[in-house]
C-alpha cells in the first residue's frame, strides 16, 4: 500500500512563496521517480515537476525558474518549493508516485506516468 500525504498549501499573494511537503510510506519511494501535479478550476490535472531517485528533474515551461522539486530519500519526503507565485498556479497541488524508474520518456508521458497520487493540498493565490 502506497501513501502519500501533502501538507503545506494555503492562501498568498501574487508574489509570495509556500513549500509544499510530501511524506511518501509504503513499498515504493527510494527508487523510483516522484512528481507534482495540479488541477485547476475547470481544467484537467497535470504533472509540473517530475525528479528521479538521484535528483535529475523535469518541469512544465509554465513554472520552469519559479518552481523546484526535491526530495529526501533518506526520511521519504519529496518537496515542492513554489516562489513568485501567480495567480494562475492556483489549484489542488498533488503528490504523485510512479511504480517507474526515471528516463525521459515518463516525463513525456506526462499525468499518465503516475501510479498514485495523494490526496492533494489548496494552493490559492489572490491579492
Known amino acids: 500500500q502506497v501513501q502519500l500525504v501533502e501538507l503545506g498549501g494555503g492562501s498568498v499573494q501574487p508574489g509570495g512563496s509556500l513549500r509544499l511537503s510530501c511524506a511518501a510510506s509504503?513499498?515504493?519511494?527510494?527508487?523510483?521517480?516522484m512528481g507534482w501535479g495540479r488541477q485547476a478550476p475547470g481544467k484537467e490535472r497535470e504533472l509540473v515537476a517530475l525528479?528521479?531517485?538521484?535528483?535529475?528533474?523535469n518541469y512544465v515551461d509554465s513554472v520552469k525558474g519559479r518552481f523546484t522539486i526535491s526530495r529526501d530519500n533518506a526520511n521519504n519526503m519529496v518537496y515542492l518549493q513554489i516562489d513568485r507565485l501567480e495567480q494562475g498556479d492556483t489549484a489542488v497541488y498533488y503528490c504523485?508516485?510512479?511504480?517507474?524508474?526515471?528516463?525521459?520518456?515518463?516525463?513525456?508521458?506526462?499525468?499518465?506516468?503516475?501510479?498514485?497520487w495523494g490526496k492533494g493540498t489548496q494552493v490559492t493565490v489572490s491579492s
Open positions: 504523485a508516485a510512479t511504480r517507474q524508474f526515471y528516463d525521459q520518456t515518463l516525463w513525456s508521458r506526462g499525468r499518465d506516468a503516475m501510479d498514485y
Open positions: 509504503g513499498s515504493i519511494f527510494r527508487g523510483n521517480a
Open positions: 525528479i528521479s531517485s538521484g535528483g535529475r528533474t
